[in-house]
């Protein structure tokens, strides 16, 4: 049997298997090399996140845990590339590791699964809200104190079948990610109630730096309006140092070749939240992004982020 062209590293679930699926597919268009049908291997690799369901990330390591594996067999050549999820993502990679090309992004919004409301503002008082985003939960209760927050960890169909049973009155999902599911499921909630992740709905490729054919075939595929957006969006959160245990959001958007972004800090329990934004062209979406987030750092001072 002929050895693959290419071998792509992903998690198991199977929101990641379509991910990896669209970025296979996208390099058999492009590089007619990678179209034949084994020139492409894709490698399942099970994550520390994977592995810990019952612990909010915050608690046990951050979102990094859901890249490290993947990341360390990129490093070790057991893979050639790698696909994550944009959200997934540390501001800084390790050391001889570079993303070098996006998906074209999806829609970056959260959106609310319950079957009692199509509003946040119409679920009922106290009503049970699972999920396990710091971000998520920062937000809900400062538009509705009053709502009883849950962690929720798991994979699309599992917190999908967990809201159904009645576990939970409601959750929130990326729109990116049921999309790529084919799961017409719950209502967008506006981006001015629930910002969204940074990077979210953006699928990103990892590599090794020095990897020139592998840079090569990937950077064929490079949706360079997403790698701008996001850019910006990642600017602001390594100047604020974000991770799991930060309630940050950001979400830019292009309209021709001018960049807007918004942004917020919030404190965990959701009592205070300060909102930013920053317009310009898009040649300077890096700069716009660390103005932002400099403003928020000095507006939210030492402790901010304390619980």
């Known amino acids: 049997m002929t050895s693959p062209l290419l071998r792509l590293g992903t998690r198991g679930s199977k929101l990641a298997l379509v991910q990896t699926g669209l970025v296979r597919a996208a390099l058999g268009r492009a590089i007619p090399e990678l179209s034949a049908p084994n020139a492409v291997a894709t490698e399942i690799i099970r994550t520390t996140g994977d592995a810990i369901q019952d612990r909010p990330l915050a608690e046990v390591g951050g979102k990094g845990l859901f890249i490290k594996e993947i990341e360390e067999a990129l490093l070790a050549g057991r893979i050639d590339a790698a696909v994550h999820s944009m959200k997934d993502m540390p501001t800084i990679q390790p050391p001889g590791l570079a993303i070098v090309a996006f998906l074209p992004r999806e829609d970056a919004r959260d959106v609310l ?24 939960r920062a937000q809900l209760l400062a538009l509705r104190p009053d709502l009883d927050i849950r962690t929720f960890r798991g994979n699309v169909d599992t917190r999908l079948a967990k809201t159904t049973a ?12 049921l999309a790529r599911l084919g799961l017409a499921v719950g209502t967008p909630i506006p981006a001015g109630e629930i910002l969204p992740a940074v990077g979210q709905g953006a699928v990103c490729i990892e590599c090794r730096a020095d990897d020139r054919r592998v840079r090569d075939w990937l950077a064929a ?5 997403t790698a701008r957006r996001v850019a910006a969006e990642h600017a602001l959160l390594a100047v604020l140092d974000g991770s799991c245990r930060t309630p940050i959001a950001a979400h830019a958007v292009l309209r021709g070749e001018n960049l807007r972004l918004d942004a917020l800090i919030a404190r965990p329990d959701g009592s205070e939240v300060l909102r930013t934004f920053r317009e310009g062209s898009a040649r300077d979406g890096v700069a716009l992004g660390r103005d932002a987030g400099l403003e928020l750092k000095q507006r939210g001072g030492v402790g901010f982020f304390d619980p």
Request: hydrophobic share 45%.
């Open 113 to 136: 699964i319950s079957s009692q409301a199509t509003r946040l503002a119409d679920l009922p008082q106290g009503a049970i809200v699972g999920t396990s985003a710091l971000r998520r």
């Open 221 to 225: 595929i490079d949706h360079a309006e």
């Open 166 to 177: 009645g576990e939970v009155q409601a959750t929130l999902l990326a729109a990116a990610g």
